[in-house]
């Protein structure tokens, strides 16, 4: 259960995350949210040490790893391309 518990609070961090992005890099803020990325980052190297009971919660953990990856390297690509500007034809 407690294992449970920790993968329920990285999945609301991570959730956070990706609404700080979106709110970065949509103009509702000026500063990036390195400070929640590094947190949530800690957050997975600490639960990937640990022993999983079961493959369902080693597959939710994989999910959410993979869910946040992916939408990181979304968000790379949409802050350059912020800053290169408009694409010229």
Known sequence: MGFERELNVLEEAIRRLMIEYDSFLFGATH???????????????SLSNIEMDTAADRFRFNTLQ??????????????????????QT
């Open 31 to 45: 500063k990036p949210p390195v400070e929640s990325r590094k947190r949530v980052e800690n957050m997975i190297r």
């Open 66 to 87: 993979s869910r946040l990856t992916s939408n990181l390297e979304k968000f790379a690509r949409l802050q350059q391309e912020r800053e290169e500007g408009p694409r």
